[in-house]
């Protein structure tokens, strides 16, 4: 299957394929230039390697898996790799691996040179689902999730549901939650394949649907000035709960982002009979409907939210299956949304 993102000058095609991987030559000239391939010691080192061997001068770079490796110091130390292996603006950068990877080298090809060519080859559940495409890419700051980043767009991107076969349940259980929540503002079909209670089994249309919607959204609204607010529906409660209870550094036995963005998408849908339906694909899918954290802490990671605006923030709700509401409220109605009592 191929989906073409239409954006004028920045298009590009998402290829849709078991197998694909062993044929990015196919869909990119990897010859004649230096391939700067990204990957992380989570992500099985064979992927690489299969990019690897298609390129005329490539080199493999790996990072510590996880999200503390969206920082600084990490993305100094990939662009001094890339200057040392004598990138040039005709170069390309090909991430392999999950959403940290495909952020982290895609703000690293945006800002080498000014810019220089970009491929995403997601190898996680939630980097096919959501994160490979659209253009964002981003380095935390501290606790911040994404806060330092910039647009940049793909040259191309390959998405090969074989590689699924290697990710742990919950891992793979994690990217799902992308889709729901796709399904949920946006394809009531989509929505129920989850309610069929066979994802592995319908993984690819999964893949594929939640993939139409975003790309629908972000051909609209490139740069979220508008309509592309949807796609952060659970995610300003999601990022903080990430923020304070998300798997990082030491922090062993959190949640990963998916977790916390179902989480974050409980409160904000206003259909009480939804709320149960969602709830229900949550639990038979494993994600959680609740969980213990620190309120207050959650709080003021949202209020440094990039939706903020002052004393006002974006907030995304659902007020019916397949539809959605952007928000502004104040900045003082955020304990509300937690729940939070006030004094």
């Known amino acids: 299957m191929k989906l073409t993102m239409q ?64 920082c600084l110091k990490v993305y100094g130390n990939v662009l001094e790799a890339m200057l040392a292996f004598g990138m040039s603006r005709r170069d390309v950068v090909v991430a392999v691996g999950g959403g940290v990877v495909g952020d982290l080298g895609g703000f690293c090809a945006a800002t080498y040179m000014r810019g220089i060519d970009f491929i995403n080859c997601p190898t996680s559940t939630l980097a096919q689902i959501d994160s490979s495409i659209g253009g964002k890419t981003a380095i935390d700051l501290g606790e ?15 998405i090969d549901p074989d590689v699924l076969a290697t990710l742990p349940r919950r891992h793979f259980v994690n990217g799902l939650a992308e889709a729901l929540k796709a399904g949920i503002i946006a394809d009531p079909e989509l929505f129920a394949l989850f309610e069929k209670n066979t994802p592995e089994e319908d993984i690819e249309q999964i893949i594929y649907r939640s993939l139409r919607v975003k790309k629908h959204i972000v051909e609209q609204d490139e740069r979220e000035q508008g309509p592309r607010a949807a796609l952060n529906f659970g995610h300003t409660i999601g990022h903080g709960i990430e923020a304070v209870k998300g798997i990082r550094g030491r922090r062993k036995n959190g949640l990963y982002h998916g977790e916390c963005v179902a989480l974050g998408m409980l409160p904000m849908i206003e259909d009480n009979s939804l709320v149960k339906r969602t709830r229900a694909v949550m639990r038979a899918l494993g994600l959680p409907t609740r969980a213990a954290y620190d309120k207050q802490k959650v709080l003021e990671q949202m209020r440094h939210d990039k939706k903020g605006r002052g004393d006002s923030i974006t907030v995304i709700r659902v007020p019916g299956l397949g539809c959605w509401r952007a928000d502004k409220i104040p900045m003082a109605e955020l304990p509300t949304l937690l729940g939070i009592e006030e004094e």
């Open 144 to 158: 911040t999730k994404n806060i330092v980043g910039a647009f940049w767009q793909p040259q191309v991107v390959l």
């Open 7 to 70: 954006l004028k000058k920045n298009s590009y095609d998402i290829i849709l394929k078991r197998g694909c991987l062993k044929n990015l030559y196919q869909f990119a000239n990897l010859v004649n230039r230096k391939v700067f391939i990204l990957t992380d010691d989570g992500v099985p080192a064979a992927y690489a390697r299969t990019i690897a061997d298609q390129c005329s001068d490539a080199r493999i770079y790996t990072i510590p898996q996880g999200e503390g490796s969206k």
